[in-house]
Each structure stands twice: as C-alpha cells, then as structure tokens.
C-alpha cells in the first residue's frame, strides 16, 4: 500500500539525483540521469534507478526501506538481473533503511548459495546503509536536496528524540532560509515534515514539532508551509487509502476532500477510513 513518504523520496531523487549519488555512493563528475525503467511487474515506489555516464558506463538502484520485509534481499536480486539484462552496463545496489523498524536479519548484503555445490552458485553482493547512523549533521551540512533526510539521522549526544530532532529541524530551517530559494525551500520544508513522521508517534507529535522551533515560530512563512503540507499529506492519505479500500472517489468526494482545510477534521477521517465501507459513509463522519 503507498505510503506518504513514498512519493517524498521519489521527488527528492528526481530532483536531486547527483546528491543521492554523492551522499550514499561516491562523487561523480560524469553526466548523471534518472532511468524511465519499466519493471512495474516487480518494482516498489520507492525505487529509485540512476544512470552514470553518456554513454550509460554504469547504474545505481536505490531502494527505501521503512519497515522489515523477509524477502527485500530476494527483491533486489531480481531488480538487479532485471536492469542488467536492459542496460548491459554494472549495476550496483543500494538498500537504504530509514530506520530501525526496517532492518531485517535477511538484509546481509548477500544473496549467496549453491544448489549443487562445485557445479555452479548464486553470489551477489548489494550494499546496506542504516539510516539512523549517518550523523544528522553530515546531512545537514550535505546538498540541500538530502536535508529533509537529516530527521532520519543520527542524532548528537545524549538527547531524547524530541530534542535531538528540535535541534536537527533548527539547523535545517537556518540553512534553507540562508541557500534555497522559496519554491525549493517550500518543497524541502514539506518533505522534511513527512519523513519525520518516521521517527515521531503520530503525524500530530511531527507537526507540534515543527511548530515549537524558535525558527518557525519566527516565520510566519514556513509556519504557513507546514501547516499547508500537514493539509496536503493528509489528504493524499485519505485518497490513497480510499482508493484501496473502495476504488476511485466520485467529483462530489474528491471536491469535498479538496475544499477542507481543517487539520484535525482530515486527521479524524483518516483515522476512521479502515471502520468504514464506503466513500459517502467515510464523509458522513
């Protein structure tokens, strides 16, 4: 089922692939660009596919993890073999877990064995990167497209999350305010707040947050920001779920959904849609 952060991090790499790529594999001068790559049967929405070079020398397949799956390593073999056989060029793999939630004891680095031993084996390596041990301030201090990911990092000292993420979204409202412009700091601000949502209990813990910084209660701008995507993400909520749940909502619904800007009205739907069998019994709530 799509998850909101999925659509965040697919934006994040399409906007920002060379950032991806420096932070998590290695700096590249070479021209770099994100593959159309049609392997729908079998690929998340989190997969990300990056070409290095032009000609095409290489490739690089990130994939994000935010919970633990028994057979992501089985996954990534076959993605793997999958863009080999379309590009003919190395493919190197790289399995990003966003937190400790995703990590599972099948997520070696390895998919290795041999059915009959001495007459041939299967040995394929990817590469892990646990999130939460990249230091925060590596990442804020990184490209400013791979800030909303400083909320996933690891935090400095001994701190409580709530204070360590406080600190971490600080430092990031300073540096958008100082390099981005409003557009891109508005679309980093935003997705900083859903990735959070990772790491806190709720998506009201996140918000409530966002809004005890002394940066955003400063400005009335990025207040209006993340009240804004707070809005938006749960509606797109609603509508993912909805659309599981009971197939695609009629224009009184959809119109419905769209002119409601109360928060705690749109939190309260997503929290009812799973005890409800239908788009009109989920908006007469």
């Known amino acids: 089922m799509p998850l909101p952060f999925d659509a965040t991090l697919k934006d994040l790499a399409r906007e920002h692939p060379r950032a991806l790529v420096t932070a998590f594999d290695e700096p590249s001068a070479e021209p770099l660009r994100l ?65 400790p939630e995703a ?48 909320t996933l990092g690891k935090l400095s000292g001994d701190v409580s999350i709530p204070e360590g993420l406080a600190y971490v979204i600080q430092r990031l409202i300073e540096r958008l305010q100082r390099d981005a412009q409003p557009d891109q700091a508005r ?45 938006e993400e749960a509606r797109k909520i609603i509508l993912r779920l909805g659309r599981k749940l009971f197939g695609p909502p009629d224009e009184t619904t959809t119109a419905a959904l769209t002119a409601t800007e109360d928060l705690e009205r749109l939190e309260f739907l997503s929290e009812q849609i799973l005890d409800v069998k239908s788009w009109q019994e989920l908006m007469a709530q």
């Open 35 to 99: 593959l159309n790559v049609d392997l729908s049967t079998v690929t998340t929405a989190t997969d990300v596919v990056i070409g290095l070079g032009d000609p095409l020398r290489d490739i690089v397949h990130f994939d994000f993890q935010a919970s633990a799956a028994a057979h992501k390593h089985a996954d990534v073999l076959v993605y793997n073999a999958l863009l080999y056989r379309q590009f003919n060029v190395p493919v190197h793999a790289i399995v990003v877990l966003l937190r």
């Open 103 to 150: 990590a599972h004891s099948n997520l070696s680095g390895t998919v290795a064995y041999a059915a009959r031993p001495g007459r041939g084996k299967m040995d394929f390596g990817y590469e892990v990167i646990r999130l939460w041990d990249t230091p925060a301030e590596k990442l804020l201090a990184g490209d400013l497209g791979l800030l909303p990911l400083a």
């Open 187 to 231: 679309r980093l601000l935003t997705a900083a707040y859903v990735l959070t949502g990772l790491r806190m209990p709720n998506r009201t813990a996140a918000l409530q947050l966002f809004k005890g910084v002394r940066a955003m209660r400063e400005s009335v701008t990025y207040m209006a920001i993340i009240e804004e995507g707070a809005i």
